[in-house]
C-alpha cells in the first residue's frame, strides 16, 4: 500500500511538472489541453532547437500586414528537417495540406509520413555535412518531389486516420547551419503540393499532353509561335528528340517522376527551335486520366495521360545552331 | 506487413490517446496487427510474432472488432508497455542533450530532473526572448511571425513583391532581395518595376499584371480534365479580380557591384557608364489582391488617391537555382552487374553484352580466353579454389572481391557469385555460370596504383620467361590458361575415379603445372593441398637451387608448358 502511495504520488509530481512544461510553451490553450506527456516533450524539443537555429540571426520586423501572407502566397507550408529527419518544425498551415495539425506531427520522423520509394531520395537530399558553411553540398538548392501522407478527403476534409493518401509535394529549399552546434543544423523546405491551378497562361507558356511515354498526343497552338513547331508536327512524337541531349538526365528524372509519383517539376531544360537554335523552358506535369471531351466522370479503367504546362524561360539562343534534322528541313518544302 | 506506413498499421484502441503511433492504417484489416517494432530490440520483435501467431487464429474468427482486440491485447500488452516507456525514454535522452544544464552531468540523468531542468530552460529563454512570448497580438505559435517569414523566405531563396498593376511602382520589397539581387530594399522600392526586368520579358510581365477584361490571349488550365478552358467574353470576374493566381517565370537584373552601393553614387563617372547587369531567373507566384491606396503608396500622387483601392500582385519572388548538368556525384548508381559463363576449365563461352562497359573487351574478344588470363596474381589462389569449390558444389558460390584485367591494362574490382550447372543426366558439371558485380571501394585509386606496379611486375615477370620458340606473351597465357584447365582436369579425374575405381587420379605432375615460379608463394599452398608428389618436389628444389632465380623460372615455365602440352595429348 505504501509502494502504491508512493508511485502515485511520484505520478502526480510528474504530471505537474508536465503541465509547468506545458504552460511555458507558446500555445493556444484549446491546443495545450489536449496535449499528451510524449507531445510536450516533442514540442518542447522543437522550440529548444528552433531558438538555438534561430540565435544569433539580426533580422528586421517588417511591416505587419504582410505577415500573415507569406505562406498563403506561396501555397505551401513550411518544413525544418533535422539531419535524422525529425520534423522539428512545421507552419501551421500544414493542416491544409496533411489534414494533421502542427501539434500532432512536430517532432515526428518524416520517413514515418512518406512514402517509402521516397525515401532514398529524402535521405539524400538530408545529407549534411557538419560545420562546413563553405561546403558544396551545404549550399546547393535542394529541389525533389516527394509523396506524404495526407488524411484529407477528395473534397478537402479531414478524413480518417485509417484512410489517408498520398499526396505529392514539391519541396524546396536549402541547409541552415547552425553556428552553435552542428547538430541542430537542418534542412529548410517548403512544401508545396503541385496542383495545375487554374493559372494564367500568358503568351509565353503553352500547354502538351503525352502519352506515358512521353509522346505528344496534343500541344496547343501556342507553340508554333514559340518553337516553330505546328502541332500537327509534333503529335507522335517523343519530348525526347525535341530537346537538347544534355538534357536528357533532367527529362528522364521528370519522366520517371511522373510515372511513380504523378507529379513534377522539370527544372530547366532546353527545346530545339525549329528554325535553329533553342530556349530554355521548365515544365510542369501531372498524370492525368485521359482527356474525354465530354464533362462526364472520368473511368477508372481510362488510359492515363501527361498534362503539362511548360514555361518558356528566355528568348531564342544561339539561333543557327542545329542540333536536329528537324532544324535543317527548310519550313516550306520547296 | 501492409504497405501503410512503415511503422506498421497498428490500430490500438488501448491506446486512444496515443499519439506517436497513429500513423494511418489500412482500413478493413480485420486483424489489429501488432506491429513490429522498427527498430532494435530483437526479442521483443521475437516474442511479437510469436504471440501473433498464436492469437492469429483467435483474431481472425472474431466478428466483434472490440473484442478481437481485447482478446488479442491481453498477452502483448506488455510488450505496448515496454515500447511505450522505451519511447519516452528516448524523448527524456533527446531533451537532455538539448539542455545545456543537462550535458555536463556523467551519469544519467532521471527523468523527472530532466523534465524540471527543462522548464527551467524555457523559462530562461523566456526571460530573454522577445517574439513568440511577449506578442499578444498574434495568437501564440512556437516560433513567431516574423522568424517563420525569414526562415521561409530563406528556405525559398526569395522576396516578397507588391506589385501595382496599373504602373508596375514597386510598392514593397523584403530585405531577403539584397542577397538575391543584390539590390537593396531602397534602391528598389518606389521604383518601376521594368526598369528591372529583362527587356525581352516586359511583355510577358505587362500581361500578368493586368487585370483587365480585355486581354483575348486569356487561356486557364482546367486541373481536373487538364482541358484549356477558352476565356469568353463574360468570363468570370473571379479569374481577374482579387484573388486570381499568378505564376511566371521572369528575367530580373542582377547587379554585378557587390558591396557598397553608396560608391556608385558617390563617383558621377561611375554611374554614368553604361552598366551591363546579369539577369537571374526568377519564379514568381502569387495573386492579385485590392488594398486602400493611403495604406499602400502614401507617394502617390492626388489623382490617385481618388480610387480609394489599388490592385496590386503580391508575389513572391523564388530565385531559380543556376542549371547544373552534371549528375550529382554521390548519387546511387546501380553496380553494373554482368554474366558470363564458361567451361569447367574456366575458359569463356558467353559474356553478357553489358561486361564490354566494365572490362573494356567485346565479348568476341574474350570468348574461349580462360578466365585466369585476367585474374590479378593475388587473386589466383583464392579464385582457384573457389573454382575447385564450385564445381563440386551444387550451391552458389561467392568470391571475394578480386581484381579484373581490362583491355586498357588496368584492374577492375568486381565480385562475383558462381554456380555450377550439372548435367542431370550426365551428372557432370557443363559449366560454370557466373553472375559479377562491379565493387566500388574508396582504395580505387590505390588499387590503380598496385595495379600499375603490378602489372610492372608482369612486365619483367614476362621478360623473364623466355619460352624458348614462343613469345611471353603466349607464355604468360598458357600458364594462366593451365590453372583453369588443370582444375578442369582435375574434376575429371574425379569423375572417372568415381565413375571407375581402377583409373588414376591425378597425373603425377598435377600440381606442378600450377607452380609456377613467379606466384610460387601462393602457390605453395595448393601444392599442399593437391598433395605433392616427390617429382613436383624435387623440381621445385632444383628449380630453386638453379644459378640465378631467371634461370630457374624459365626452366620452371618450360616445364608447365611440357606438362600443358602432355595433359592435351592425354585427353584427345
Known amino acids: 500500500a505504501i509502494s502504491r502511495e508512493a508511485a502515485r504520488r511520484r505520478r502526480r509530481v510528474e504530471s505537474d511538472v508536465f503541465g509547468d512544461l506545458s504552460r511555458l510553451l507558446p500555445l493556444q490553450a484549446s491546443v495545450r489541453a489536449h496535449l499528451d506527456k510524449p507531445s510536450i516533450i516533442r514540442l518542447t524539443l522543437s522550440f529548444i532547437r528552433m531558438q538555438a537555429l534561430l540565435r544569433g540571426e539580426n533580422r528586421q520586423t517588417e511591416i505587419n500586414w504582410l505577415e500573415e501572407m507569406y505562406l498563403k502566397i506561396l501555397e505551401g507550408f513550411l518544413m525544418v528537417l533535422s539531419t535524422t529527419g525529425d520534423m522539428i518544425f512545421l507552419s501551421d498551415n500544414v493542416s491544409k495540406y496533411m489534414g494533421l495539425s502542427q501539434t500532432e506531427l512536430m517532432g515526428h520522423n518524416i520517413f514515418e509520413y512518406t512514402h517509402p520509394c521516397d525515401h532514398e531520395e529524402i535521405r539524400h537530399n538530408l545529407r549534411l555535412t557538419a560545420g562546413w558553411k563553405k561546403c558544396r553540398e551545404n549550399n546547393k538548392h535542394k529541389d525533389f518531389v516527394m509523396r506524404i501522407k495526407s488524411a484529407l478527403t477528395h473534397r478537402g476534409r479531414v478524413g480518417n486516420l485509417k484512410s489517408t493518401t498520398w499526396k505529392v509535394l514539391h519541396c524546396q529549399g536549402r541547409v541552415k547551419l547552425c553556428v552553435a552546434s552542428s547538430s541542430v543544423s537542418c534542412l529548410l523546405l517548403t512544401c508545396r503540393p503541385l496542383p495545375l491551378s487554374h493559372t494564367l497562361l500568358s503568351t509565353h507558356t503553352f ?34 528528340d525535341l530537346c537538347h541531349t544534355l538534357d536528357t538526365s533532367c527529362l528522364n528524372k521528370n519522366h520517371l517522376n511522373l510515372c511513380l509519383k504523378s507529379q513534377s517539376v522539370s527544372g530547366q531544360y532546353r527545346m530545339l527551335v525549329r528554325s535553329g537554335g533553342y530556349v530554355w523552358v521548365e515544365s510542369h506535369s501531372a498524370v492525368i486520366p485521359g482527356v474525354q471531351p465530354s464533362r462526364s466522370r472520368p473511368n477508372p479503367s481510362q488510359p492515363l495521360c501527361i498534362l503539362s504546362v511548360t514555361y518558356v524561360l528566355s528568348g531564342v539562343e544561339e539561333p543557327s545552331l542545329q542540333l536536329s534534322l528537324d532544324q535543317t528541313f527548310p519550313r516550306y518544302p520547296r | 506487413m501492409s504497405a501503410g506506413g512503415s511503422d506498421g498499421t497498428a490500430d490500438r484502441p488501448a491506446d486512444q490517446a496515443a499519439e506517436e503511433e497513429e500513423g494511418p492504417s489500412q482500413a478493413g484489416s480485420a486483424m489489429p496487427s501488432v506491429e513490429l517494432p522498427r527498430k532494435r530490440k530483437g526479442e521483443v520483435e521475437e516474442r511479437q510474432i510469436l504471440n501473433f501467431n498464436l492469437e492469429d487464429d483467435l483474431c481472425r474468427s472474431e466478428e466483434e472488432d472490440q473484442q478481437v482486440k ?49 522548464v527551467q530552460h524555457l523559462k530562461a529563454l523566456k526571460a530573454g526572448a522577445s517574439g513568440a512570448f511577449t506578442d499578444t497580438k498574434h495568437k ?18 526569395g522576396f516578397l513583391l507588391v506589385v501595382r498593376c496599373d504602373r508596375a511602382k514597386m510598392l514593397f520589397i523584403s530585405e531577403s532581395v539584397s542577397k538575391i539581387l543584390n539590390f537593396s530594399k531602397l534602391e528598389l522600392t518606389g521604383q518601376s518595376l521594368f526598369d528591372f526586368i529583362h527587356p525581352k520579358d516586359i511583355h510577358k510581365v505587362k500581361e500578368q499584371l493586368s487585370s483587365s477584361e480585355m486581354l483575348p490571349q486569356q487561356r486557364l488550365v482546367d486541373a481536373s480534365t487538364g482541358v484549356q478552358v477558352q476565356a469568353d467574353a463574360h468570363v468570370r470576374p473571379s479569374h481577374l479580380a482579387t484573388g486570381a493566381r499568378r505564376s511566371f517565370f521572369c528575367r530580373m537584373k542582377h547587379s554585378r557591384v557587390t558591396g557598397k552601393h553608396e560608391d556608385k553614387h558617390s563617383l558621377p563617372g561611375v554611374s554614368k ?11 514568381c507566384t502569387g495573386y492579385m489582391r485590392t488594398w486602400p491606396s493611403s495604406q499602400l503608396d502614401p507617394e502617390a500622387d492626388c489623382t490617385d488617391k481618388e480610387t480609394s483601392s489599388l490592385n496590386c500582385l503580391v508575389t513572391v519572388c523564388r530565385l531559380h537555382p543556376p542549371v547544373s548538368h552534371q549528375p550529382p556525384k554521390d548519387v546511387n548508381i546501380k553496380a553494373t552487374e554482368f554474366v558470363t559463363r564458361c567451361a569447367i576449365d574456366g575458359k569463356f563461352t558467353f559474356v553478357d553484352q553489358q561486361a564490354t562497359t566494365v572490362i573494356g573487351y567485346l565479348p568476341q574478344e574474350v570468348l574461349g580466353t580462360s578466365c585466369y588470363e585476367y585474374f590479378h596474381q593475388d587473386d589466383l589462389q583464392h579464385l582457384a579454389g573457389k573454382h575447385r569449390q564450385v564445381l563440386r558444389s551444387k550451391e552458389k558460390v561467392e568470391t571475394q572481391c578480386y581484381k579484373f584485367k581490362t583491355k586498357h591494362g588496368s584492374y577492375v574490382m568486381l565480385q562475383s557469385q558462381w554456380f555450377s550447372f550439372t548435367n542431370p543426366w550426365t551428372k557432370e558439371v557443363e559449366f560454370i555460370v557466373s553472375s559479377n558485380k562491379v565493387v566500388s571501394g574508396p582504395g580505387n585509386a590505390k588499387d590503380e596504383s598496385e595495379a600499375g606496379s603490378s602489372t610492372l611486375a608482369h612486365e619483367e615477370a614476362k621478360q623473364i620467361l623466355e619460352i624458348p620458340g614462343l613469345s611471353t606473351g603466349v607464355g604468360m597465357m598458357i600458364y594462366a590458361g593451365s590453372i583453369g584447365t588443370q582444375i578442369a582436369n582435375e574434376l575429371g579425374d574425379t569423375y572417372r575415379a568415381n565413375s571407375s575405381p581402377s583409373s588414376e587420379a591425378s597425373s603425377p605432375f598435377g600440381s606442378v603445372q600450377e607452380k609456377c615460379p613467379l606466384t610460387s608463394r601462393s ?14 618436389q624435387s623440381l621445385a628444389d632444383s628449380s630453386k637451387e638453379a644459378s640465378g632465380s631467371s634461370e ?6 618450360f616445364i608447365c608448358l611440357a606438362l600443358f602440352k602432355h595433359n592435351c595429348r592425354s585427353k584427345s
Not at chain 1, 503525352?210 to 497552338?221: E, I, L
Not at chain 2, 501564440?140 to 531563396?157: F, K, M, N, V
Open chain 1, 207 to 240: 500547354t502538351s499532353q503525352h502519352g506515358m511515354d512521353m509522346r505528344f498526343t496534343y500541344c496547343d497552338q501556342r507553340v508554333t509561335s514559340l518553337l516553330g513547331y505546328r502541332p500537327e508536327e509534333l503529335l507522335g512524337r517523343s519530348i525526347y
Open chain 2, 70 to 118: 481485447m482478446k488479442c491485447f491481453r498477452e502483448p500488452h506488455r510488450q505496448i508497455e515496454k515500447r511505450r516507456r522505451d519511447k519516452m525514454n528516448n524523448l527524456i535522452d533527446e531533451l537532455s542533450a538539448m539542455i545545456p544544464a543537462c550535458q555536463p552531468m556523467a551519469r544519467k540523468l532521471d527523468k523527472l530532473t530532466v523534465l524540471r531542468k527543462a
Open chain 2, 140 to 157: 501564440p505559435s512556437i516560433l513567431p511571425q516574423d522568424e517563420l517569414r525569414h526562415l521561409l523566405l530563406r528556405a525559398a531563396d
Open chain 2, 273 to 283: 557608364k553604361k552598366e551591363t547587369y546579369r539577369y537571374c531567373t526568377l519564379h
Open chain 2, 523 to 536: 602457390t605453395s599452398s595448393r601444392e599442399e593441398e593437391a598433395g605433392s608428389s616427390s617429382h613436383s
Open chain 2, 552 to 557: 630457374a623460372e624459365c626452366r620452371g615455365s
